[in-house]
């Protein structure tokens, strides 16, 4: 804004108030005429807006801030507004793509304000709002566009950037570095023109160019072929002008120079011809040469294969070539027609020389061949007689060798015929020996067989006298056993008796455990004693057993205890177990063999069996007992089953 | 606890030598119920004692209260103890 108020004033400042912008803009008015013919991109937004340059009294210093278009019908100064009019104008040389193409404001851009300056009322603050608004866009848009393609020319990141991202940036990118490229290189403009952009297209190439297998063909003077020369097409004329004369003059030189040298081809050019006539055809420079100018033909001998020869051929047309290119045939001809002359002279000589050495060599080989066959029918000879000797020898060496390997295989034969009859002789003896032998041996068996037989007869007899005296011998033995046998009872018994004693005698419990040992060593080897006391309980006679009186004792002791625990339930605590305690002292005792399964009942039979002595029966009747009851008679049960297994395993021992 | 599960029990005649005559058993549990009657009881009404006179103004009630635990307490160890009889050594898991 501030920089297009500037503008504004510098484009009317030198005509509306040139006192005040004379101390001004003084500075600035040389520029100022410069820039009208020289614009850069910093004044493109000026240039598009043209609305500054209506303002005539915005070059005073007070007003910095563009005036509103109102402004403009209180200006005084007509002319200044026309020439500012004349400045979009003026600028007409940038170019118009460079300008953006909107719409300008209706008319505003255009129509230069003076024919309207009373008609344009003051517009609503809006309207005029809005269109700043889009006009600072626009111009933003383009200086930010234009500053882009500048930049994107100066830095390659920015460029790929701004091709890449801006729309329709590549494209003035692209135009932009087009102009200053032609305008860099204007002559090559043509070509550029005929050399489109590459532009993403595919290339073609045509079936027909490119290397084809086919031999070169023979390139035909009209013909503009594949393989033809690129300059020729182009300076097809300039060089049929020039070559008309040449070739009148070559033809006239052939046929000078053909009279004195036979061999050389009338042709203008021939193809064979070592020496291209490349030289002929210049481009640029046909109407430097004059067209009198004689040439001298290039030397051509027919026949020339020797390498000597052609070397020599191929030094005088190069210097034919020289002369040629030089344009000094008249100096030349001469001494160059003679030196041809000589040169096809020299040819011939060689010519001669080399038929004269062929012939020579021919006969050479002709007898040296004849010798050779000679000596290879030698040979042949020589090697048939050799042959026949050697096969004559080798058959006689054949022969005696056959005749010794048979004498010396019949010798082996008649060898192994004698041993085998040998071995025979000796089988057959042997045979007869074991024969003789085996007839002795069965002689002497039959004589002992029959001494046996006699002695039997006679020992049989003594046996059995043995045998008789053995059965009375083992009699007497089972006599002295049974007496044994009635010595040891009396011992067992005895031993069993005094245990027994010892039993009932004792007043308090005593191990026996001495008597049951001589018990056992009397014995020793009774199974039935051995087994009755192991039966014993071990407790039983280590600590000794009580007797009856002490059984009944003890059991008075424990019918008390378990009459109190008589009446208890199944789970009894503390007050079940005192009320059995108190009421089993009321009741009733009972006398003799009760009847019943209450516990009362049981123990009054159990006394009275144990007054009888029967601890069988009594130890029946206590194992009947439930519960507390049983709890409290297992120690005596237990004691009276030890008594009992003693008396059982005694009275068991006593019978064995 | 642990032991008692991991060991078994060795067997009576070995563990107790002075075993107590089946007979005597009850009686035997009567004794200790009385015993530990009597100490319990008297443990609880020292408590109580010692309570009413530190903390209740020396009433009488306190001394009742803690003979009651006490001998609540004794008549549960003896209660239980003729339940248990015969299942010593028997751990009893309850659910």
Redesign the interface.
């Known amino acids: 804004m501030l920089r297009a108020s500037i503008r504004s004033s510098r484009a009317i400042g030198p005509r509306a108030n040139v006192a005040r912008l004379g101390r001004q803009w003084d500075a600035l008015r040389t520029p100022r005429t410069v820039s009208s013919g020289m614009r850069n991109y910093a004044d493109k937004p000026s240039i598009a807006d043209s609305r500054p340059a209506v303002l005539p009294g915005s070059a005073s210093s007070a007003t910095n801030q563009p005036a509103p278009p109102g402004s403009v019908a209180s200006s005084p100064s007509t002319t200044g507004t026309s020439s500012a009019s004349s400045i979009p104008s003026s600028t007409s040389s940038i170019p118009p793509q460079n300008v953006p193409r909107t719409p300008p404001p209706p008319g505003k851009a255009n129509a230069p304000p003076p024919p309207s300056p009373s008609s344009t009322p003051p517009k609503p603050k809006p309207k005029g709002r809005f269109r700043r608004f889009l006009i600072t866009l626009v111009l933003l848009t383009t200086l930010g566009f234009g500053g882009g393609i500048y930049y994107s020319r100066v830095n390659d990141n920015f460029h790929d950037f701004f091709t890449e991202y801006v729309p329709f940036g590549e494209e003035a990118v692209l135009y932009f570095e087009e102009r200053e490229f032609r305008k860099r290189f204007p002559t090559l403009k043509g070509r550029l023109r005929s050399q489109p952009r590459d532009t993403g297209e595919q290339i073609k190439i045509p079936s027909q160019s490119g290397v084809s297998w086919k031999v070169s063909e023979e390139n035909k003077p009209g013909s503009t072929g594949r393989h033809s020369d690129a300059t020729k097409v182009e300076s097809a004329k300039a060089s049929s002008k020039s070559k008309t004369p040449e070739n009148a003059n070559s033809a006239e030189n052939s046929t000078r120079l053909s009279d004195p040298v036979p061999e050389k081809t009338p042709e203008p050019s021939p193809p064979s011809s070592p020496v291209p006539p490349a030289s002929a055809p210049e481009v640029d420079q046909p109407s430097k040469f004059p067209p009198e100018v004689t040439r001298i033909d290039p030397l051509d001998i027919k026949d020339a294969k020797e390498p000597v020869v052609q070397d020599l051929v191929k030094i005088i047309n190069d210097i034919i070539a020289v002369v040629n290119a030089d344009n000094a045939n008249a100096k030349f001809s001469s001494t160059i027609d003679k030196a041809k002359k000589r040169i096809s002279e020299v040819g011939g000589k060689i010519k001669d020389l080399k038929t004269a050495a062929e012939k020579e060599a021919s006969a050479k080989v002709e007898a040296s061949h004849s010798e050779f066959d000679r000596a290879a029918q030698e040979l042949v000879k020589r090697i048939e007689g050799e042959m026949a000797h050697q096969e004559a020898q080798w058959k006689e060496e054949y022969e005696n060798e056959r005749q010794k390997l048979h004498d010396a295989y019949e010798q082996k034969l008649k060898a192994e015929i004698e041993r085998a009859k040998e071995v025979n002789e000796q089988r057959l003896q042997n045979e007869l020996l074991e024969q003789a032998l085996e007839l002795r041996r069965k002689f002497m068996a039959e004589v002992k067989d029959r001494v046996e037989e006699e002695r039997e007869g006679r020992l049989g007899k003594l046996t059995d006298l043995s045998n008789t005296v053995t059965e009375l011998e083992k009699l007497t033995t089972d006599w002295n056993s049974v007496v044994d046998a009635n010595l040891k009872t009396q011992h067992l018994h005895v031993a069993v008796e005094a245990v027994r004693a010892n039993l009932e005698k004792s007043q308090i419990p005593r191990p026996f455990v001495k008597e049951l040992a001589a018990l056992k060593e009397i014995a020793s080897d009774d199974p039935v004693v051995n087994a009755a006391i192991a039966s014993i309980n071990p407790a039983a006679y280590q600590r000794g057993v009580p007797s009856s009186a002490q059984l009944i004792d003890r059991f008075r ?2 019918a008390s ?2 009459r ?2 008589s009446l208890l339930p199944e ?5 079940s ?1 005192a009320s059995s305690w108190v009421l089993s002292k009321l009741l009733f005792k009972k006398k003799g063999l009760a009847a019943g399964d209450d516990v009362e009942s049981i123990l009054t039979r159990t006394e009275i069996y144990l007054e009888e002595g029967d601890l069988d029966g009594a130890a029946r009747e206590m194992n009947g007992l439930t519960g ?1 009851a049983k ?6 049960l237990g004691e009276v089953r030890k008594v009992l297994e003693v008396q059982q395993a005694l009275d068991r021992d006593s019978r064995a | 606890m642990s032991d008692s599960t991991n060991s078994p029990p060795p067997p009576p005649a070995v563990s107790r030598p002075n075993k107590p ?7 035997e549990k ?1 004794d200790h ?1 009385l015993s530990s009657l009597l100490i319990r009881s008297s443990i609880g009404v020292g408590f109580g004692v010692v309570f009413s006179v530190l903390v209740f103004k020396r009433r009488a009630w306190p001394a009742w209260v803690g003979l009651g635990f006490g001998a609540g307490r004794a ?1 549960e160890e ?2 239980s103890s ?2 248990r ?2 299942k010593e050594g028997i751990r009893i898991q309850r659910p």
Not at chain 1, 571 to 575: D, L, P, Q, T, Y
Request: a negative charge; one cysteine or more; hydrophobic letters at 45%.
């Open positions: 002791r424990v205890e378990v109190k625990a789970e009894a605590g503390v007050a177990h507390w709890t409290l008679s297992r120690d005596w | 005559l089946s007979e005597a058993l009850l009686n009567w119920c008549y003896c209660n003729f339940l009889h015969g």
